[in-house]
């Protein structure tokens, strides 16, 4: 096709995912011819495999100081100019039934190909061309100040060009760093990435000292440089997953201090003591095993615990001792030596320098007509839906400049 002349759009979208189709439909509405050119075999890949294939489409408590960024008050425009509740009249609309999970987290009742299908018809209905297996070869900054790009199907060519392709978090369903190289070469500063909300490994003895509980579960506080959030943890063979873990994760670098609160909610020394009221023929590791599951306070006491080792009725422990175990009990150290990485990781931190960003339209200040949207940019959520809900923000907020 490379004598054909090329495809005339008002906008391209680089990327079918959450960010690049908001962004469609958005620019769509408005009357704007858009083609959304996707390298994969299908759009919105990530959607699909969200949440476990029900889609944590968004969360109704969503507000800025959910994001990680190099400047924290960027997200706020685009947060508060599409909100979870606009998305949410969409979801209605479309008739997908959805339920809260817990912290304002919705779920899809169904699947997660319904969003994909909603996205996809509302592109329809608002004359959007998508094309997929589309690989990019060449992007051109044409004279007049538009764009052409070169693909695997030809030639398109528009005045304004989104570049929504994502960040290098989960690679087997297509993550590349294309963005960031684009960004690059049109003169934009790209900040140091890396995994984000990914499960953390251990190595040497401190891997040893887990030796056999792969699979146990318990409620903890993950505290890292400020940051503390409640949920469960994993072990897992490698390391520690779950998503108090994951939400730390995006905090943690190597070398951070890492503690857990083993007893989340409680004041470790009040509630040792009225055990030892109470229970004052009982060990520890029986008592511990009512809040937690028996193997990991059995190695707790074995490995971490001072005194606990050999068997002892609670009533021999005197008050130094009980808060020596406290003071384990509400602060253990985890000492991780790194993360599983992009492999698993459900995003990735930095990117796109949002210095060279509008808040409001996410439209270079280096380069008319270039716009850069959802996790390709430096403004990565928490776990549990504000992705998603940056992904459809950026996007609208694209769709409504470009």
């Known amino acids: 096709m490379s004598g054909a002349s090329p495809d005339t759009h008002d906008v391209l979208v680089v990327g079918g995912g959450a960010a690049g189709l908001m962004c469609a439909i958005t620019a769509g509405q408005r009357g704007r011819r858009v083609c959304v050119v ?13 949440g476990g294939g029900r889609c944590n489409f968004t969360n109704t408590g969503t507000t800025p100081a959910n994001y990680l ?25 479309h008739r997908i039934a959805y339920h809260e999970k817990e912290l304002g987290q919705l779920f899809c009742d169904v699947s997660s190909k319904l969003i994909v299908r909603m996205l ?29 790009l070169r693909t695997t199907r030809g030639a398109f060519t528009a005045p304004s060009l989104v570049v929504a392709s994502g960040g290098l978090s989960i690679p087997s369903m297509g993550a590349t760093g294309f963005g960031y190289e684009l960004a690059q070469r049109f003169g934009h500063a790209v900040l140091p990435t890396r995994a984000g909300l990914v499960p953390l490994t251990l190595s040497g003895k401190h891997l040893d000292r887990m030796e056999g509980l792969s699979g146990v579960a318990l409620p903890v506080t993950a505290s890292c440089n400020g940051q503390a959030f409640s949920n469960a943890m994993l072990v897992t063979h490698r390391g520690v ?47 511990l095993a009512d809040v937690m599951p028996r193997r990991f306070a059995q190695r707790l006491c074995e490995v971490w615990l001072p005194g606990a080792a050999t068997p002892r009725p609670l009533r021999q422990f005197n008050l130094p001792q009980l808060r020596a175990i406290a003071a384990v009990l509400a602060q253990w150290p985890l000492v991780a030596s790194g993360t599983e990485g992009y492999r698993t990781a459900e995003v ?34 928490w776990l549990g839906g504000y992705n998603f809900q940056w992904a459809w923000a950026s996007g609208h907020a694209a769709g409504l400049a470009a």
């Open 241 to 287: 997953s779950g998503p108090s873990i994951l939400q730390v994760s995006s905090y943690w670098q190597p070398g951070d201090a890492l503690y857990l609160d083993l007893l989340p909610g409680r004041d470790a020394l009040d509630w040792l003591q009225a055990q030892q009221r109470e229970r004052p023929a009982a060990e520890l590791k029986t008592v």
């Open 38 to 50: 996707e390298h994969a075999n299908r759009v919105g890949k990530k959607i699909l495999m969200s």
């Open 120 to 148: 996809l018809d509302e592109c329809e209905a608002a004359g959007v061309q998508v094309e997929t297996s589309c690989s990019i070869e060449q992007v051109v900054h044409d004279d007049d100040g538009g764009f052409t």
């Open 348 to 381: 990735t931190l930095g990117g796109v320098d949002t210095d060279g960003l509008s808040s409001s339209t996410m439209a270079s200040r280096q380069v008319p007509g270039l716009y850069f949207i959802g996790e390709v940019v430096d403004v990565t959520g």
């Open 69 to 93: 960024s190099a400047n924290p008050h960027f997200c706020k425009s685009a947060l508060a100019r599409y909100t979870p509740w606009q998305f949410i009249e969409m979801v209605e609309r």
